[in-house]
């Protein structure tokens, strides 16, 4: 399934989490790196708006589809792909961490966080390596001194996977530049993945992320920050939809 705009293409290349695990495993053998982005509504909406997050994101190496939105656009193209929630693969990705040896790194929400998920995920996955966590400072720039110093530190500790939980346009950014700076490492931008693992944010329960509401849930949990989001998102549906059918009859 692919998404085009002006200056960039963007395309959704891993088709379901069995596919993606096991690119991701193969890359862990071969000792070579990655940048995996979730594509959302949200993420299209800052895409359109921005020249320079098109860029960043076309430079992911692994593209999942991060919403039911996606999934039915890319239905409509006859360009299927699955459902591949950051927050359902979170867990998966890092059993494979543990199963391959590969050691880890978290960086992004906040140090309670951080170490609330570490605490967690000791318990449940007694074999992953945890190397090295690390929180930015507000408003930190993901190109920048901060981010150099971070790379280094993860480098230094022997992470080859980094858990990235910021938010967009910041994770995919910090992703993609890590991916050159230390190309030996996967950099996964999961979001609030971790916040999640760490019991501060609480996903909607299973039957309502069944119905494909989840997104309903959100809105009521924190209507002042999400609603204008997913108004937005409702903007561009028609042109998605559109754009959609353009693929299809290609």
């Known amino acids: 399934m692919q998404f085009r705009f002006p200056d960039q ?19 862990f053998r071969g000792g070579r790196g990655f940048s995996l982005a979730t594509l959302n509504l949200d993420h299209l909406v ?23 939105p996606i999934v039915w656009l890319s239905r409509l193209a006859r360009r ?17 961490a543990a199963d391959e040896g590969m050691p880890v790194a978290f960086y992004g929400s906040t140090p309670e966080v951080l170490a609330q998920a570490a ?40 992470a080859r996977l980094c858990i990235v939980s910021l938010s967009a346009p910041r994770q995919e950014a910090f992703a993609a530049y890590g991916r050159r700076r230390a190309p030996q490492i996967g950099f996964c931008g999961f979001g609030a993945g971790l916040d999640f693992i760490a019991g501060q944010q609480v996903r909607a329960p299973a039957w309502v992320r069944k119905l494909a509401l989840e997104w309903v ?3 009521l949990s924190a209507p002042r920050r999400m609603i204008p989001r997913y108004t937005a998102c409702i903007a561009i549906l028609p042109g998605q939809i559109a754009a959609a059918l353009r693929q299809r009859r290609a």
């Open 119 to 158: 605490a967690r995920l000791a318990a449940e996955l007694p074999a992953l390596q945890l190397v090295w966590t690390g929180a930015p400072a507000m408003g930190f720039d993901p190109t920048g001194l901060e981010a150099d110093a971070a790379l280094h530190a993860m480098q230094a500790a022997g």
């Open 217 to 219: 849930w959100r809105a």
């Open 9 to 27: 293409t963007i395309t959704v290349n891993m088709p379901d989490q069995p596919s993606l695990l096991a690119e991701i495993r193969s890359r």
């Open 80 to 96: 299927p792909v699955a459902l591949v929630p950051g927050s359902d693969l979170l867990r998966p990705l890092l059993q494979l």
């Open 46 to 68: 800052k895409l359109r708006a921005s020249a320079s997050y098109r860029a960043t994101y076309a430079a992911q190496d692994l593209i999942v589809a991060d919403g039911n």
